[in-house]
């Protein structure tokens, strides 16, 4: 039976200081190792993000994953799996047009103009002025996510919700203006967003797997312990206060505890560093236990 292993983006695989995909090429070998090596387990590495799909496939090409890895999409909304694209939450349509709508209905009164649509710097996208521009991401199918001034975030912000509380259509609003983005949700708390998914994966897939282990660096990627399949792992040590004096914790004391392991080490380095240890887990074909 097949175990399935889905690593996060942001803060995990790519570190928070990082820009690009450039990851540190004897990190990057390492990385294709350890995948052969689960792989000759049965255990299936894929990945699981906020982003939209096509970046993350951008993404699984340049770590070198098989062109069927499974992918989550738009923080679970979406579902590749290896064949095909399958739709686990979305918007109508029409809403998501409202969404662009009201946008442009706002950036006109501040008198800024529309750039084009806009992928993440990660990605090779480039950022725009906030002060004259504003933009929507790209490639996205399930969501909405917005790029703009602190002012236009917030008017834009207040109308969605008024007008999806009204369409009684469940949503979400991710809004961080001092980031000058918005991100729109078809899930009222968009933090447990990859845990649903996830167990839809485990209940679901063809393949049935056994297990599945979630990578990531924030309380997002927290798999809870009310499922024994579902198992969470930590990299870059969140739970230390992020090296500031008054700094907030990614994971609280409770998530470090009940988590298969937490690793002290950042970025791609940390993700190898929970790889070996899932590996030497089911090489020994016994109970998970915390690391």
């Not at 292993?5 to 350890?34: C, E, M, V, Y």
């Not at 979400?172 to 968009?190: K, M, Q, T, V, W």
């Not at 992020?242 to 004391?253: L, R, Y």
Request: glycine share 8%.
């Amino acid at each position: 039976m097949a175990h399935y292993i889905f690593i996060d983006l942001n803060g995990t695989l790519i570190g928070d200081s990082q820009k690009n995909l450039n990851f540190n090429q004897q990190h990057l070998s390492d990385f294709r190792k350890l995948v052969d090596e689960l792989k000759s387990k049965k255990v299936i590495i894929g990945l699981c993000s906020d982003s939209p799909l096509e970046q993350l496939k951008v993404l699984s090409k340049r770590l070198g994953l098989d062109p069927t890895t499974p992918i989550l999409a738009e923080n679970g909304n979406l579902y590749f799996n290896g064949s095909e694209i399958i739709s686990l939450k979305e918007f109508p349509s029409s809403l998501l047009e409202v969404a662009v709508t009201t946008a442009q209905k706002f950036a006109d009164r501040k008198k800024i103009t529309r750039a084009n649509d806009i992928v993440a710097p990660e990605f090779g996208g480039e950022e725009i002025d906030t002060n004259t521009q504003w933009a929507i991401g790209a490639n996205r199918t399930n969501s909405f996510s917005l790029f703009g001034s602190r002012d236009l975030i917030r008017m834009v912000s207040e109308e969605l919700t008024i007008i999806f509380s009204n369409s009684g259509v469940e949503f979400g609003i991710d809004c961080s203006p001092e980031h000058n983005y918005l991100g729109l949700h078809p899930i009222a708390d968009f933090r447990t967003g990859k845990r649903l998914a996830l167990q839809w994966v485990l209940e679901n897939d063809p393949l049935k797997p056994e297990g599945i282990w979630m990578i990531g660096d924030s309380m997002s990627d927290w798999m809870g312990t009310d499922n024994p399949s579902l198992h969470s792992c930590f990299v870059g040590d969140p739970k230390i206060l992020n090296g500031e004096p008054n700094g907030v914790a990614k994971i609280t004391d409770e998530v470090n505890v009940g988590s298969f392991k937490v690793s002290d080490l950042p970025a791609l380095e940390g993700v190898n560093d929970i790889l070996a240890g899932i590996s030497g887990v089911v090489s020994l074909q016994a109970p998970v236990a915390s690391l």
